[in-house]
């Protein structure tokens, strides 16, 4: 389960060796913690690990952690009527800026101001991109620090790396190369029948994706558009001041480029899976490992997230990122950022739950949850 935690090497080269941030037991004896997170792609055992280290540090804290795919959906509920009385929360997609302004966040300024051994702060350590996702209006008007963004994930194009060595397939480096790289797919497992590991004979898909959310193939037109525009034209489009941001060439270019895979043709132009369209991503997820596709547009947290449903999958890498076309080249990947921890203000355990996450930070344990979970703390670390 760490094929794909390499990847990330290339990823997280920032500058700097982060120390450890500083966290006392003092008063927290006979205290309890109640943690809530959402296990879904990222799993369980980032959460065991972090719950353990933290429970030698303070032996007299009664420490429970419950985790739940669907935590996501329960979060904002649980703001309004702190029923489960959750001390502090690991969750996704969430909107809770909301939450903070009308006092049902604790504030994290003093946490975002914790030191490490070396002086630095957290938000000193944060990544500068990233830092300002915690940061929104609180009760009292002014802008503060209400949440924590953790658990980013590397988006891209995953392959069968044992599929790829038995047909000796290369790893395209253009998008030219990939349509290449397609019809090779097609070809090479019509002469030689792939056997998937439930024992069928196939000729594999290029291609499968989760159809009910479309919104995967981010993975590579996200790249390819910021690629064609630049950087500060991309990015532009979140800072929206006009229509024109909607309408730039590197948008049209990357989405004309995703048509050209042919992931909705017939016959022998489709580049993907039949029936993949009707598929969730858990499906189509299980079609890629039991090899039925070659490649799937997907995230760092893929291979975890599998192995809930499947025991024998075949080993699986990320793609370096593929260039639109030899003018248009440079490095990208997309990550998404909608992870976020929270700290109900109604806890009366706010500063113990201030506490674990500055254990959580600490560069140690931002190690430790990249491997465990195949995704990385918003740190200046190098993994």
């Avoid at 946490?111 to 500068?128: K, N």
């Amino acid at each position: 389960m760490k094929k794909l935690a390499v990847l990330l090497s290339a990823l997280l080269l920032f500058a700097g060796a982060a120390g450890v941030v500083g966290c006392t037991g003092g008063g927290a004896e006979n205290q309890s913690l109640y943690i809530a997170f959402e296990n879904s792609g990222y799993g369980d055992a980032w959460m065991n690990a972090m719950v353990e280290g933290f429970r030698s540090e303070h032996p007299g804290v009664e420490i429970r952690a419950e985790g739940d795919a669907q935590l996501h959906t329960k979060v904002l509920r649980e703001l309004e009527d702190a029923s489960e009385g959750w001390d502090i929360i690991f969750t996704q997609g969430v909107v809770w800026n909301s939450y903070a302004a009308s006092g049902k966040l604790a504030n994290l300024n003093d946490v975002y101001a914790s030191t490490d051994a070396e002086g630095r702060t957290l938000e000193q350590r944060m990544l500068p991109n990233i830092v300002k996702f915690g940061e929104t209006l609180g009760p009292d008007g002014t802008t503060g620090y209400y949440s924590f963004p953790y658990g980013l994930s590397v988006m891209g194009i995953v392959y069968n790396v044992e599929m790829f060595e038995h047909y000796g397939w290369q790893i395209p480096d253009t998008y030219d190369e990939l349509l290449t790289l397609c019809e090779r797919i097609k070809r090479d497992t019509t002469r030689e029948r792939w056997t998937t590991k439930d024992g069928q004979s196939v000729q594999v898909a290029p291609f499968t994706y989760p159809g009910q959310h479309p919104d995967y193939w981010r993975a590579v037109t996200y790249p390819w558009s910021a690629q064609y525009d630049g950087i500060d034209t991309f990015e532009g489009f979140y800072n929206y001041t006009d229509k024109a941001a909607f309408y730039t060439q590197g948008r049209l270019k990357s989405l004309e480029a995703l048509e050209g895979l042919n992931i909705e043709a017939s016959g022998s132009d489709r580049n993907a899976l039949e029936g993949t369209m009707s598929k969730d991503h858990l499906a189509s997820q299980n079609d890629f490992a039991l090899g039925y596709a070659a490649m799937i547009p997907n995230g760092s947290w893929v291979e975890t997230e599998i192995a809930k449903s499947l025991d024998d999958v075949y080993e699986m890498a990320m793609m370096p990122p593929i260039a639109l076309d030899e003018t248009h080249s440079a490095s990208a990947f997309w990550s998404n950022n909608s992870n976020h921890v929270l700290i109900p203000s109604s806890t009366p355990n706010v500063e113990l739950a201030k506490e674990f996450l500055k254990y959580v930070c600490r560069q140690e344990n931002a190690f430790t949850i990249t491997q465990l979970s195949n995704s990385f703390m918003p740190l200046n670390y190098d993994y």
